[in-house]
């Protein structure tokens, strides 16, 4: 059904067919009875709940940043039957990021090549978003737990919040542009990543170097101190960093404690791909994602936790279509996993499909 679905889609372009496919999906969850049988029909039925930076997963399976920028669909996923959900990029001002066309897709990889720019709405506008959506949530928990003063049926979405900044600001005062976005969402999300590794804005790949991330990474875990609940705050990273910047990240999460890594984001290679070299070439730049990456971000898993004894945690991204991707990112050290390119390709049975493999 999905793969007819799929098909009509595939013949708007890619971002077209995005938010015309979540809009359907919202429309749809509006009607309460449709939204039980949409939940009824993707909802794991496996107990996977996992425990990890304090926070208490309904089970692994996340949705990478770059799917619900501006978090407007966060019901929608919960009803699909996610873990967790990373909204943003978010940065502080909005921005209508790169020139359109900026999302293509490699049907011959199941791959993506994106640069989008961090469009999104800026923090202000998602901020209420995510207020708004607290209160809706905090409503439902006290709406199911009335039935029972023991047992607890609703089972609260995990929000990351992916935090960037503005294209325009200098590298030198990036750490600004991620305080203001820190600060603003820290009531509203649980837990933090840092996002130095996207290649669509120009230099943000600059601030991987340990220098600039020290500076970022303690600034914030300092913000963190001066709030009564402190977040976990993760570094997002590229799959095309070498070992020895791998060492290098791995060397500060040490040192400053880090709460984790989210390995891997997009990559600029262009290795192996089925897709003609014209085809590629047309496309022009822009981060790869999909199955081409499944390997490198698992390679990149495993370096980390041999390199830390699995002391630190990994949130494992790339290439993960099947419960059989998810299982190989897990033995390798992986804590939780993100799909974002598997969702398009495999439709939205894919948590159900993952978490049935991984039972």
């Known amino acids: 059904m999905y793969k007819f679905f799929r098909s009509i889609l595939f013949l708007l372009r890619a971002e077209t067919a995005h938010y015309f496919s979540m809009d359907l999906l919202r429309a749809a969850c509006s009607v309460g009875f449709i939204k039980r049988m949409i939940a009824g029909w993707f909802t794991p039925k496996q107990n996977l709940s996992k425990e ?17 920028k501006n978090a407007k669909y966060l019901r929608e996923l919960e009803t699909l039957g996610f873990g967790f ?17 900026r999302l293509f897709r490699l049907f011959k990889d199941h791959a993506f090549i994106n640069r989008m720019g961090f469009n999104n ?45 503005n294209k325009a600001t200098a590298n030198e005062a990036a750490w600004k542009d991620y305080e203001i976005c820190f600060n603003a969402l820290h009531p509203y999300v649980d837990f933090f990543v840092v996002n130095v590794s996207s290649p669509n804005t120009p230099g943000l790949r600059e601030l991987q170097e340990k220098d600039s991330l020290r500076k970022i990474l303690t600034h914030l875990q300092q913000l963190n101190k001066t709030f009564e609940q402190q977040k976990p705050i993760l570094l997002k990273i590229a799959p095309d960093l070498t070992a020895e910047q791998i060492d290098d990240v791995i060397d500060l999460a040490k040192e400053i404690n880090l709460d984790g890594l989210v390995a891997t984001n997009t990559t600029i290679s262009r290795e192996g791909l089925l897709t003609s070299n014209a085809e590629i070439q047309t496309i022009g730049a822009g ?8 390997q490198r971000s698992t390679d990149v898993i495993t370096y980390i936790q041999q390199r830390t004894n699995s002391n630190l945690p990994v949130i494992g991204s790339g290439g993960i279509f099947t419960g059989e991707d998810a299982k190989e990112k897990l033995q390798a050290g992986a804590a939780l996993v993100e799909v974002w390119t ?16 991984l039972n």
Do not use: M
């Not at 959900?85 to 066309?101: L, S």
């Open 342 to 357: 598997g969702f398009v390709y495999e439709g939205p049975k894919i948590v159900r499909n993952i978490c049935k493999h």
């Open 287 to 294: 981060g790869l994602s999909g199955k081409p990456l499944t």
């Open 121 to 165: 709405d800026g923090v202000e506008v998602i901020t209420e978003r995510l207020k708004q959506w607290r209160n809706r949530d905090t409503s439902n928990v006290k709406r199911e737990n009335s039935g029972s003063p023991f047992t607890t049926h609703f089972s609260r979405l995990i929000i990351g919040g992916n935090i960037g900044k």
């Open 52 to 68: 990890l930076f304090g926070l208490q997963f309904k089970n692994p399976v996340g949705l990478g940043a770059g799917f619900d």
């Open 85 to 101: 959900v990373e909204i943003g990029t978010v940065t502080p001002k909005p921005q209508a990021g790169n020139d359109k066309p």
